[in-house]
Structure formats: structure tokens, C-alpha cells
């Protein structure tokens, strides 16, 4: 499986010089999927250096693991969600790595991470894994495979209006409603059982008038599916956080996302991190004690290239931004 892992790592350069990698530090990729970015970390960070890799899809690991065999560096790839940071450091780099006071003594931790959310575009291509509305296949949609709770159970268990619920915030479809009772209303028929079904039963909800313009009219809906199936904003809002607490001083964390929901999520944790303070906006001096404890990076986030657009189209909506710790 692994050969067919094939990954065109987004802003590839942006995020190389964002993390300001230094050789021999201890790096994590979060997402490693087909180990583009993690190869990069690789071969600055050099032989003295440690990369820590972390992924649910056993083949994205596997395949990563092909990729990295010739960088000479130390390299741990992990099964986990990259969420789970903490406990991995924890239980590879020993207990200083996940001990909260030791993180921020600043005693423990990594000097930099990598954070490329979403599905990748293996995941998207394979036909097998129900991610895609190009590919009729059974509703699956699961990044980690080991998991029981797919895209079947939220299709065909759902009531109503948790299904709308889901669809109109996650997938941000306006037709969400229609989108919910239509599923509802098929489904008593019979159990929906894959992609292609729900595509005709999307297309059916959406008025012809909508269907004409913009993208596919599946695309929010499986978007707002798989976020679900695999709690993907939940995980990216730990994330943030606990990513900044296990920075060592000057270590750099790069998060790369690809919708409005991930960006602001990104956008309003460095914020949070950036402007502690919690008293009261009328207060002429802070009393609460919260200082800063990271720095921008980047600005504005950073978007790719023209040149990058026209090798890789799916970095159109890429986004990344970037802190550093103090």
C-alpha cells in the first residue's frame, strides 16, 4: 500500500523556513501522511536530529516510513492523533516530555512542529476509503481504519436535525435542511450504504438553479461528514494548545489548514495565547498577571505561490500561520 502513497507537500518551502529548523533539534510532523514535509524536517535537522512522525492512517506511516528510510537522523513514527502530543512525547522522549510544570519550565519539549490538517490527497484519491463524491464506494471516511464509527453511522443514525446541524456548520451548506430530509426521507426506504447514493440524494435536495454554479454539489456535505466521523475540529483545538505548551523557547509551530472553520480556529487559539490578559477592558492596568507567552511569525497567513497553484491546484485554499515560543 505504501507505494501508492503519493503526497505533493503544500507550501513546502514556506513552512521550511517558517519552523527556522535547526540541526540536531527534536522536530514533530503531527500529520505525517506521505512524509513530504517530514522529509524536509529530515534533512536539516541531520544526523544528530530527532523527528517524531504521527499519524492515524497506519498506511500514510507506512508509507512515510519508505520515504524517510534514507535520512540518517533519528526518527520515531507514531499511530496516534496528533492531539494525543502530550502522551506521545511522553512516551518517547520519557517522562520530562509530558510533565506540564517541566513544558513550561521550558525544561522539556520539542524546538518545533508541523500541523498540515485535513485529509490528505491520498486519502481523497483512493477509492476504498469513501472520502471522495468522484468514486461510488461503501461510506466509510475513517483516517484511522481501526476505528468502528464511520460515515455510514452518521448518514444512516443521525436524526434530522443533528444531521442538519452538522452539515450547515461544519460544511457550511446552505441547502443544509433540504440536504437532512431528503436523507431521512431515502433512508426509510433502506439503509444509504455508499457515496454514490448520498451524491444523488444531495444533488436531489439542492435546486438545479444551485447545482449550476460552484463547486461540486457534494462537496460541503462530505466535508462536513468527515469532520465529523473523525472529530477533526475537536482535535485541532486541543492541538493548539497543547502544541504551544510543549515548545522549548524559541521553538516554532507551523499549522497549515484548508477551510474557514480550521483557519479561525488556528487563528483565535495564537490569538488567545498572543493577548492572555482576562480582565476587564476598562481596567487601565492588567491585574490578572497573564503575560504572553509566544510570538507571531507570521502575519498574515500565508497562502502559496502562483507557480505552487499551477503544480498542485488543491494548495488554493492552504493557509498557514505560524508562532514561536517565548
Known sequence: MASSFEHTPVLFEECMDALDIKPGGTYVDGTLGGGGHASGIAERIGPNGTLIGIDRDQEALDAAAEVLKGYPCRKILIKARYSQIK???????????????????????????????????????????????????????????????????????????????????????????????????????????????????????????????????????????????????????????????????????????FHSLEDRIVKEAFATRLDPCICPKDLPVCVCGRKPDVRKVTGKPVTASEEELNINPRSRSAKMRAIEKL
Open 87 to 257: 502522551e506521545v512525547l511522553r512516551d518517547t522522549l520519557g517522562a520530562t516530555g509530558a510533565e506540564s510544570t517541566d513544558i513550561k519550565a521550558g525544561t522539556a519539549g520539542i524546538d518545533g512542529a508541523l500541523l498540515d490538517v485535513g485529509v490528505s490527497s491520498h486519502q481523497l484519491d483512493s477509492p476504498n476509503r469513501g472520502f471522495s463524491y468522484q468514486h461510488d464506494t461503501p461510506l466509510d471516511m475513517r483516517m484511522d481504519r481501526d476505528a468502528s464509527f464511520t460515515a455510514w453511522d452518521v448518514v444512516n443514525t443521525y436524526d434530522e436535525g443533528e444531521l442538519a446541524r452538522i452539515i450547515k456548520e461544519y460544511g457550511e451548506e446552505r441547502w443544509a435542511k433540504r440536504i437532512a430530509a431528503f436523507v431521512k426521507d431515502k433512508r426509510k426506504e433502506a439503509p444509504i450504504e455508499t457515496t454514490g447514493q448520498l451524491v444523488d440524494i444531495i444533488k436531489a435536495a439542492i435546486p438545479a438553479s444551485a447545482r449550476r454554479e460552484g463547486p461540486h454539489p457534494a462537496k460541503r456535505t462530505f466535508q462536513a461528514i468527515r469532520i465529523e466521523v473523525n472529530d477533526e475540529l475537536g482535535e485541532l483545538k486541543k492541538a493548539c494548545d497543547d502544541y504551544c505548551d510543549v515548545l522549548r523557547p524559541g521553538g516554532r509551530l507551523c499549522i497549515i489548514t
